[in-house]
Nanobody
């Protein structure tokens, strides 16, 4: 499966962005999916997770209540709606697939990132 993330950009603090992650190569309808991010000079961190059917979601404490992960299996696409953005949300965002969740998300494959910059 190949993953292509898009939707990043420059936004002011308090604004919103919606990231998309399109899968190709095969259907991903049976794969759990998630998002990670990596800020400059920091390690990659977990952001959000969604089960294959979309029935369960998990979030990092830092984004809970502001970010929403969703998926459209008919379009082979996962989304990350980001509201009330803060400068500390500035990072490259990566989508990832398959694997499992156990306190955090451990995916089997990764996509390319999309850059999000939040100005104060």
């Amino acid at each position: 499966v190949q993953l292509q993330a898009s939707g990043g950009g420059l936004v002011q603090a308090g604004g919103s962005l919606r990231l998309s992650c399109a899968a190709s190569g095969r259907t991903f309808t049976t794969d759990h999916m998630g998002w990670f991010r990596q800020a400059p000079g920091k390690e990659r961190e977990f952001v959000a997770f969604i089960t294959w059917g979309g029935f369960s979601t998990y979030y990092a404490d830092s984004v809970k209540g502001r970010f929403t992960i969703s998926r459209d299996n008919a379009k082979n696409t996962v989304y990350l709606q980001m509201n009330s953005l803060k400068p500390e949300d500035t990072a490259v965002y990566y989508c990832a697939g398959s694997g499992y969740y156990s306190g955090s998300y451990y995916p089997n494959y990764w996509g390319q990132g999309t850059e999000v910059t939040v100005s104060s």
